[in-house]
């Protein structure tokens, strides 16, 4: 598959929903209809500041980042540049989009404050703690063993951004998701490689890390834009989990590689949106007296109708001395830590029969969301 030439620039569809624009990003985000694209993952210039070279104990050197791209006149050069395309990649998302982006210490708080200063609203920043960082090999500083993402809406008034909770929650065994990743850098057959054995892109990303971003923020179908393409990490990501994107790289051969990586990805067979769906409405049980589902005055029983307990107007239950939530009295009357009140309380229908007031509060949840 070849990035094929279009105008000024060169592209290549690889379907409808995925692209990859082989151009500047300033001029190609410029292009990009305005609220397009759902959310963007940016691993822009870190722009080091590199001096001189940088050699191993053993004398052979490090493969740093030493290309013309990362080299900027000034750090005014540098604020101006990300001023530029973190506004633009603004344009381009939606309302509620949300942008990520990565940097190290040479960059991120230039980032951060310039993004804030464009608009965007910061919702975390996530510490990726890498497991094999590469060494100081000077012995001057700490190992760098870390990078830093910023995860911000486009307009902070927005509060149905994506974030799928309970996905997370359930990929860190019930707990809920933490804002430190602990993954190692993209090593073994992941890393690109040329025919001489040496990294193909300095700054190549691992997969697992754009996949715990796009599993956290997007939905099947959504478009990732990534202005900053390189060799095509949310590309591989977003195809695996049938999201489409936009890529944006300036050079060919990195825009190449990209392609044919990409080409070879299979989807992932289990796209099933179950683990995406919106968070379900929260309906505290103060909510069923007020639509009348439950009447103030009324008697709800536990699972045996042995005990009883009324239902005052605020949403709170008494039976004798007891009062309060659905979930507080249930527990003093079992004489237990804590209770799930909706499961233990009950309501008899037209029948006669005993029925969970859980069933009332599904029976609400459906009306609010029909």
Same mark, same amino acid.
């Given at each position: 598959?070849?990035?094929?030439?279009?105008?000024?620039?060169?592209?290549?569809?690889?379907?409808?929903? %995925?692209?990859?624009?082989?151009?500047? =990003?300033?001029? +190609?985000?410029?292009?990009?209809?305005?609220?397009?694209?759902?959310?963007?993952?940016?691993?822009?210039?870190?722009?080091?500041?590199?001096?001189?070279?940088?050699?191993?104990? $053993?004398?052979?050197?490090?493969?740093?980042?030493?290309?013309?791209?990362?080299?900027?006149?000034?750090?005014?050069?540098?604020?101006?540049?990300?001023?530029?395309?973190?506004?633009?990649?603004? *344009? =381009?998302? @939606?309302?509620?989009?949300?942008?990520?982006?990565?940097?190290?210490?040479?960059? #991120?708080?230039?980032?951060?404050?310039?993004?804030?200063?464009?608009?965007?609203?910061?919702?975390?920043?996530?510490?990726?703690?890498?497991?094999?960082?590469?060494?100081?090999?000077?012995?001057?500083?700490?190992?760098?063993?870390? +990078?830093?993402?910023?995860?911000?809406?486009?307009? @902070?008034?927005?509060?149905?951004?994506?974030? $799928?909770?309970?996905?997370?929650?359930?990929?860190?065994?019930?707990?809920?998701?933490?804002?430190?990743?602990?993954?190692?850098?993209?090593? !073994?057959?992941?890393?690109?490689?040329?025919?001489?054995? =040496?990294?193909?892109?300095?700054?190549? @990303?691992?997969?697992?890390?754009?996949?715990?971003?796009?599993?956290?923020?997007?939905?099947?179908?959504?478009?990732?834009?990534?202005?900053?393409? /390189?060799?095509?990490?949310?590309?591989?990501?977003?195809?695996?989990?049938?999201?489409?994107?936009? !890529?944006? +790289?300036?050079?060919?051969?990195?825009?190449?590689?990209?392609?044919?990586?990409?080409?070879?990805?299979?989807?992932? %067979?289990?796209?099933?949106?179950?683990?995406? %769906?919106? *968070?379900?409405?929260?309906?505290?049980? /103060?909510?069923?007296? %007020?639509?009348?589902?439950?009447?103030?005055?009324? +008697?709800?029983?536990?699972?045996?109708?042995?005990?009883? =307990? @009324?239902?005052?107007?605020? /949403?709170?239950?008494?039976? !004798?001395?007891?009062?309060?939530?659905?979930?507080?009295?249930?527990?003093?009357?079992?004489?237990?830590?804590?209770?799930?009140?909706?499961?233990?309380?009950?309501?008899?229908?037209?029948?006669?029969?005993?029925?969970? #007031?859980?069933?009332?509060?599904?029976?609400?949840?459906?009306?609010?969301?029909?």
């Amino acid at each position: 598959m070849s990035v094929v030439r279009a105008g000024a620039h060169q592209s290549l569809r690889l379907t409808p929903t %995925e692209t990859i624009i082989c151009g500047d =990003a300033l001029r +190609e985000l410029a292009e990009l209809e305005p609220a397009s694209v759902d959310v963007a993952f940016a691993d822009p210039p870190y722009n080091l500041q590199l001096d001189e070279a940088l050699y191993r104990p $053993n004398q052979t050197r490090v493969e740093g980042v030493d290309a013309s791209w990362d080299h900027f006149d000034s750090f005014a050069a540098y604020d101006a540049f990300t001023r530029r395309w973190l506004s633009l990649v603004k *344009r =381009a998302l @939606k309302p509620n989009g949300t942008l990520w982006v990565i940097g190290s210490y040479h960059n #991120i708080f230039r980032v951060g404050a310039t993004l804030q200063e464009v608009g965007y609203w910061i919702l975390n920043d996530v510490v990726w703690v890498k497991t094999n960082p590469m060494p100081n090999f000077r012995g001057r500083r700490f190992t760098n063993a870390h +990078e830093t993402l910023i995860w911000a809406v486009a307009d @902070k008034r927005r509060t149905d951004y994506t974030f $799928n909770y309970r996905s997370l929650k359930t990929f860190n065994d019930d707990l809920q998701h933490r804002s430190d990743w602990t993954l190692p850098i993209c090593i !073994g057959q992941e890393r690109l490689r040329d025919e001489t054995g =040496a990294k193909s892109h300095p700054t190549q @990303k691992p997969e697992a890390l754009l996949r715990r971003v796009l599993i956290a923020s997007t939905k099947p179908g959504d478009v990732v834009l990534d202005p900053f393409f /390189g060799t095509g990490t949310t590309g591989a990501v977003a195809r695996s989990l049938g999201r489409g994107f936009i !890529g944006i +790289e300036r050079d060919p051969a990195y825009a190449q590689l990209a392609a044919d990586r990409i080409a070879a990805v299979t989807p992932l %067979e289990d796209l099933s949106q179950a683990g995406f %769906e919106p *968070r379900p409405p929260r309906i505290p049980f /103060g909510m069923l007296v %007020e639509a009348g589902h439950v009447r103030a005055g009324d +008697e709800l029983v536990d699972g045996r109708g042995s005990v009883r =307990a @009324k239902v005052r107007v605020d /949403g709170s239950i008494r039976v !004798g001395e007891h009062e309060g939530s659905i979930h507080k009295v249930g527990a003093a009357v079992r004489n237990t830590a804590g209770c799930n009140g909706w499961t233990f309380w009950h309501v008899r229908d037209a029948a006669g029969a005993l029925v969970p #007031i859980d069933t009332l509060r599904e029976a609400m949840r459906r009306e609010m969301v029909a």
